[in-house]
């Protein structure tokens, strides 16, 4: 057996905030929002809502869509740098309102890049036989840390959130290959300062390019596969530039690359998982599908996975 994706799961806020909003708001325009990420528009939370419930909603329905009850899990991790508060953590806080007493729990925190640790880390217990059936999500509030008098930030981001239940599939699917990595060095271009986000645009837009090409080249080879195997590219859905930059380096059409970056801008950790369960949700992903997922984020890390979609 392999450690694949049983179910998957979705949340978004009620409100949409449009380029047209932010013309209201700041100096931009929509014409200059989305030549220069691709972002039409993104989903905001209401005050009422924050990381953990949109964490909540997700893994619920993740887990129905796997066919399991809360308490068929047996370890959650989530994906978020924007908790609720420091602790405790908003895996305990599903845990306790998902009714999955037996579980462990905690919180990673990678940023972008989170999701793809999260899988990582879930394939590792499930592989060793420690645990059966693992949660991961992703989910972000990033509008509660966005700066809105920053045009180069606020025009980016969203808040939103992804589940998905993984467990053991048939051989051949799943997780075929991974690759996380991390550069502290680099921590400074993309931080948090005072309760908003602080971002070096160009030294991240470098990164980002190099990293995700490299990233997603080396998963595919390291599968024993080539770029022609590939039916879909999920990337972070961060700035469409840096995603078509990823996309060209692996050299496959456009037609095979994901994109909801137009609908949910960049919604961090949760984009990745976002994209992956719209796809799924409209029928565009299918069994036997090969996904190669690859993100970055502030650290900087950096993730990426091939992926066989089915086989439970």
């Known amino acids: 057996m392999a450690a694949g994706v049983l179910g998957i799961g979705k949340f978004v806020p009620e409100r949409i905030l449009t380029n047209f909003d932010l013309e209201k708001m700041m100096d931009t325009s929509d014409e200059w929002i989305r030549t220069r990420t691709g972002i039409e528009e993104r989903r905001i939370a209401d005050d009422q809502t924050d990381t953990s419930d949109m964490a909540y909603f997700a893994s619920e329905r993740a887990i129905k869509n796997a066919?399991?009850?809360?308490?068929?899990?047996?370890?959650?991790?989530?994906?978020?740098?924007?908790?609720?508060?420091?602790?405790?953590?908003?895996?305990?806080?599903?845990?306790?309102?998902?009714?999955?007493?037996?579980?462990?729990?905690?919180?990673?925190?990678a940023a972008c890049a989170g999701f793809m640790y999260g899988m990582v880390t879930a394939k590792q217990f499930i592989d060793s036989n420690a645990y059966k059936h693992v949660l991961v999500v992703g989910v972000e509030k990033l509008s509660k840390i966005t700066n809105w008098d920053d045009r180069s930030t606020a025009v980016l981001f969203g808040d939103g959130a992804a589940a998905a239940v993984m467990g053991p599939v048939s051989e051949g699917n799943g997780i075929l290959s991974f690759e996380l990595g991390a550069d502290g060095s680099g921590g400074k271009n993309l931080y948090q300062d005072k309760e908003i986000i602080k971002m070096n645009g160009r030294e991240v837009f470098k990164f980002a390019v190099r990293q995700m090409g490299e990233s997603a080249a080396s998963v595919v080879e390291k599968a024993g596969l080539t770029k022609e195997d590939i039916d879909y590219l999920i990337p972070h859905q961060a700035n469409i530039r840096i995603m078509e930059a990823s996309r060209e380096r692996l050299d496959i059409p456009e037609e095979k690359m994901i994109k909801t970056i137009q609908k949910y801008g960049n919604t961090s950790s949760s984009s990745i998982p976002l994209a992956l369960a719209d796809s799924v949700e409209n029928g565009v992903i299918k069994d036997g599908d090969l996904i190669v997922m690859v993100g970055f984020g502030g650290g900087l890390t950096w993730g990426a996975v091939t992926l066989r979609w089915g086989g439970k």
Do not use: E, H
């Open 67 to 109: 066919g399991l009850t809360p308490k068929d899990i047996d370890l959650i991790l989530v994906a978020t740098v924007t908790p609720d508060q420091p602790f405790p953590s908003v895996a305990c806080m599903i845990q306790d309102r998902l009714g999955a007493r037996g579980s462990a729990a905690m919180d990673i925190s």
